[in-house]
């Protein structure tokens, strides 16, 4: 078992990415806004380049409508020699307000990680915040399960979040 670490400030990088060394594949992920109150964390999901889907994570962090200054973004990858592995996803309803989806895993596999991001273009995000990227089912293993809301300012146009689920045996 190893841990993987990447940071990232503005500018430096669109995301910060943590991937497994060769061979090896994501248990778990975490990853955390760094700058303040007003900046969310808008995303954290599989590594989007294939094949490195199943060996690295990203997340991005994005300011409110009120946040300035530096900000940043932290993210890491625990990683082990799983067989099997293989991801699953679904996307919640596009709408204005806010939104939820929730991904399970086939029969047979447990949910060995969980991901997810909000769909839209750049600065929207600024209304829009994940606020739970949980588990569910017999012992919390059975899938995902993602809700995103929208800030008090609100959000007009519409807009959907993806969720997933790393399951294996």
């Not at 109150?37 to 409110?64: M, Q």
């Not at 806010?98 to 991901?115: E, F, I, L, Y």
Request: net charge negative.
């Amino acid at each position: 078992m190893e841990a993987t670490f990447g940071r990232a400030q503005p500018l430096e990088a669109p995301a910060p990415v943590a991937m497994c060394s060769e061979g090896k594949r994501v248990l778990g992920i975490g990853g955390a806004a760094v700058g303040g109150h007003h900046f969310k964390l808008i995303s954290i999901h599989p590594h989007n380049t294939l094949p490195d889907v199943l060996r690295g994570v990203s997340a991005t962090v994005a300011p409110d409508e009120t946040g300035c200054g530096r900000f940043g973004a932290w993210v890491y990858a625990i990683c082990s020699n799983p067989i099997g592995q293989h991801v699953v996803s679904a996307d919640s309803v596009e709408s204005s307000i806010n939104n939820g989806v929730s991904v399970a895993c086939p029969a047979g596999t447990k949910v060995h990680r969980v991901g997810a991001f909000i769909n839209l273009g750049f600065e929207p995000w600024r209304h829009l915040h994940l606020n739970r990227v949980g588990l569910f089912g017999p012992g919390a293993l059975s899938g995902v399960d993602v809700a995103a809301h929208e800030d008090q300012t609100g959000y007009a146009d519409d807009w959907h979040v993806h969720a997933y689920a790393i399951c294996a045996p």
